[in-house]
């Protein structure tokens, strides 16, 4: 129980992918899901989120060489470089005052470190996508043809909601294994003068971005997050887009047959994209000093074709 409301057994849990099911909800073609609540209204309010000009980023470096693969090419003096005789520009040979410097990068963003969105393809549910898509539309050498990044191309700008769980629980940080549940939001929502609106995306921290700079570890797969009591109150609120400073559910779930409830259910049922391992104590820090609490959010996912997310610097402007 938390304050009153009946935990979700397995067979509820279960049962969201039907009753918080978007399928068909914006016709049968579409690969956005809650992407859709973010309306040029819902743009413009958050526009008008920015009260003090101040811009600060969610996301944590991608550390050189434990989570990026980087051959770097360093030429002092262009000209010299092997088959600079060759280049078809004539001054390109002359000049011999410009050099260069150029990276080769190779990533994998999707895990528990690096801050990335997840798209809806990102997640299958008995071999099926998001608007009853097959796996199958996901082929090894060309990606996915379905619900992939790319459908957020426009990138995804909206207002964004900071619910600081970690301070309303008056804590360092949560532990290992500790969920969020709805009444966890709703407190959140009382204390910082703020309420979800539909379009928002809602960033929880528990922070383990504390937890993180402190002590230089990392909690493995047993995480604090979002529980899945959680899921009927995103659907409610109509909101587009959910972060954490964690990769999102809370581990163990509590549920013997869904690993990953929060997940499956959102990527798959409702369409609701993702920002996991977001870096938000700048951003918690910022909005206490401010005493604001909402922000403007802009992310920019990299046009990777047929890929089922982004590495993402989300941009959080007060």
């Known amino acids: 129980m938390t304050a009153g409301r009946a935990m979700p057994g397995q067979d509820d849990v279960l049962g969201y992918f039907d009753t918080l099911s978007n399928w068909g909800r914006w016709g049968d073609d579409d690969e956005l899901g809650t992407l859709n609540h973010i309306t040029d209204d819902v743009r413009l309010a958050a526009a008008r989120a920015v009260r003090h000009g101040r811009s600060v980023s969610c996301a944590w470096e991608v550390a050189v060489p434990e989570e990026m693969e980087r051959s770097t090419t360093t030429c002092p003096c262009a000209a010299d470089m092997p088959g600079a005789e060759n280049m078809p520009v004539p001054a390109f040979h002359a000049d011999r005052r410009w050099g260069f410097s150029s990276e080769r990068v190779g990533i994998t963003f999707h895990g528990n470190t690096i801050t990335h969105v997840d798209s809806p393809c990102h997640i299958f549910w008995d071999g099926t996508m998001y ?47 500790q969920g969020v549940f709805p009444d966890d939001l709703e407190e959140a929502e009382r204390r910082q003068g703020v309420r979800v609106r539909p379009g928002d995306a809602v ?84 909005a206490a000093e401010l005493g604001q609490w909402d922000f403007h959010l802009a992310v920019a996912p990299v046009r990777f074709a047929g890929t089922s997310g982004s590495p993402v610097n989300p941009i959080a402007t007060f």
């Open 131 to 177: 608007n009853g898509r097959s796996h199958s539309l996901v082929d090894a050498a060309t990606g996915s043809a379905w619900g992939a990044v790319t459908a957020a191309a426009n990138g995804i700008v909206t207002r964004g909601v900071l619910l600081d769980i970690a301070r309303v629980r008056d804590v360092p940080w949560l532990e290992p294994g």
């Open 203 to 286: 960033l929880l921290r528990t922070g383990y971005g504390r937890f993180r700079h402190e002590t230089g570890g990392a909690s493995g797969f047993t995480q604090a997050g979002w529980h899945a009591s959680c899921l009927p109150w995103l659907h409610e609120r109509d909101v587009a887009l959910i972060g954490a400073d964690t990769p999102q559910d809370v581990q163990p779930s509590g549920y013997e047959d869904v690993l990953m409830p929060v997940h499956a259910v959102s990527l798959v049922a409702m369409g609701l994209w993702m920002l996991d391992n977001c870096d938000l104590e700048v951003c918690a820090t910022t």
